[in-house]
């Protein structure tokens, strides 16, 4: 009777061992899931971060193609008004000059 409850108590005590273990792989079996989603979603972030990095990017560069245009622009009407002055300037003198013969 003695060995059978031993062997009962030895019998026990293993399942709990085994039922113990289950419950510990299965936590870690969770933690995996948690781990993978989690990685998941941050892989999915950094790839919409590249993105609107590349979005801004190229919107930056045709910003500074239009400001690179823009002063272009300007140096060209600049030396138009001044040699516009410079006609008026010589048109003046030749009325100031008339008025005066």
């Given amino acids: 009777m003695l060995a059978v409850c031993l062997s009962l108590g030895s019998a026990v005590a293993r399942a709990k061992d085994v039922s113990a273990q289950q419950a510990g792989v299965e936590?870690?079996?969770?933690?995996?899931?948690?781990a993978d989603a989690q990685l998941k979603s941050d892989l999915n972030e950094v790839d919409e971060a590249e993105k609107l990095l590349e979005q801004r990017r190229k919107?930056?560069?045709q910003q500074s193609k239009r400001l690179a245009d823009d002063r272009k622009k300007a140096?060209?009407?600049?030396?138009?008004?001044?040699?516009?002055?410079?006609?008026?300037?010589?048109?003046?003198a030749i009325l100031d000059q008339a008025w005066k013969e």
């Fill in 27 to 34: 936590y870690a079996r969770q933690q995996v899931e948690k």
């Fill in 59 to 61: 919107a930056f560069e």
């Fill in 75 to 92: 140096a060209l009407s600049k030396k138009s008004l001044q040699e516009a002055n410079v006609k008026h300037a010589k048109a003046q």
